[in-house]
């Protein structure tokens, strides 16, 4: 499989390879998400359970020009009861993903969370990968962590990188290149991260860490940009070259991904990690663009 490099490609893959997954929404009268799945059902890539007001969710897919005849619709018109029906389908393998509706994100992830009924395992690291589509990189970039981990520690940060690589290994790329993102090259005590830095590194060196290339600490520049690495004349093998980038916080991480949202006109699809079924959770202000992009990464995600 030759790597997927845009977004638009991962589209592509999925018409082309005949794979189509079930997906269960909670909560389901949004117009952006209805206006979503449809496409993804049209692209022949999804099944689709939408939970919620039946009433609404005919009457949105209406508007939009869309036959709600396309869904499959169980009415639960309570947002909890909604998205804990959509949990329990994917704990019984009735469903494939499970992606938030008009459902408030905190009740939405404390039915995923659950510790008897949700979907993450005990002592999973929960976690968030975006795969980001920018028009000056000449591939996928895969960032984390932009939405859950505050101050991830160094145990965290080896889970983000693995759950990095394995979202690059499903694009088509076999040994990927992970930059750990700090403000310097040089590991350095005023940024603790730095120290886990070295530390991965020295991991991965060790074969405790297998399957891609790692490197860090690394200023944006060094990861994304051969041309800074000659003039720094810095020696690294990711070589301006990354296909992964872990940041020491979400505030970094939310915070560069958006910035080329609005000012680099980035597109973005993105996934949260550690749940044993692929969970789509997006604002409910996200463009049904965005989320289609990431309906399509769940598939790709999927078992």
Do not use: W
């Given at each position: ?38 496409k993804a059902i049209a692209e022949g890539f999804v099944e689709a359970v939408m939970i919620g007001d039946k009433v609404e969710i005919r009457n949105k897919a209406k508007a939009e020009g869309i036959n709600p005849d396309i869904f499959t619709i169980v009415h639960i018109p309570n947002d909890v009861a909604a998205t804990i029906e959509a949990v329990r389908m994917a704990r019984a393998d009735e469903v494939d993903v499970v992606m938030k509706g008009l459902v408030g994100t905190d009740k939405f992830l404390k039915a995923v969370l659950n ?189």
């Amino acid at each position: 499989m030759a790597p997927i490099r845009s977004l638009d490609q991962m589209v592509e893959h999925l018409r082309e390879s005949g794979k189509k997954k079930k997906i269960a929404v909670a909560y389901a009268q949004d117009p952006n998400t209805i206006g979503a799945i449809a496409k993804a059902i049209a692209e022949g890539f999804v099944e689709a359970v939408m939970i919620g007001d039946k009433v609404e969710i005919r009457n949105k897919a209406k508007a939009e020009g869309i036959n709600p005849d396309i869904f499959t619709i169980v009415h639960i018109p309570n947002d909890v009861a909604a998205t804990i029906e959509a949990v329990r389908m994917a704990r019984a393998d009735e469903v494939d993903v499970v992606m938030k509706g008009l459902v408030g994100t905190d009740k939405f992830l404390k039915a995923v969370l659950n510790k008897e009924h949700g979907l993450l395992p005990p002592k999973a690291v929960m976690s968030y990968v975006c795969a980001l589509d920018l028009p000056k990189y000449n591939k996928l970039l895969f960032v984390s962590d932009t939405a859950v981990l505050p101050f991830p520690d160094l145990n965290q940060k080896i889970a983000m990188l693995n759950y990095s690589v394995k979202m690059a290994n499903k694009f088509g790329i076999e040994k990927p290149k992970v930059a750990l993102i700090s403000a310097t090259e040089k590991p350095n005590a005023a940024f603790p991260s730095s120290i886990d830095d070295a530390i991965i590194c020295k991991m991965a060196d060790r074969g405790q860490i297998t399957d891609c290339i790692v490197d860090g600490p690394l200023d944006v520049f060094l990861a994304c940009d051969p041309a800074a690495v000659e003039i720094k004349g810095i020696s690294t093998p990711i070589n301006g070259e990354a296909d992964c980038l872990v940041f020491p916080s979400l505030e970094a991480c939310n915070s560069f991904y958006k910035g080329l949202m609005l000012f680099a006109g980035g597109e973005l699809a993105g996934l949260i990690q550690g749940t044993t079924k692929p969970v789509v959770v997006m604002s409910r202000s996200e463009s049904e663009k965005s989320k289609f992009y990431c309906i399509a990464l769940s598939v790709l995600m999927a078992d």
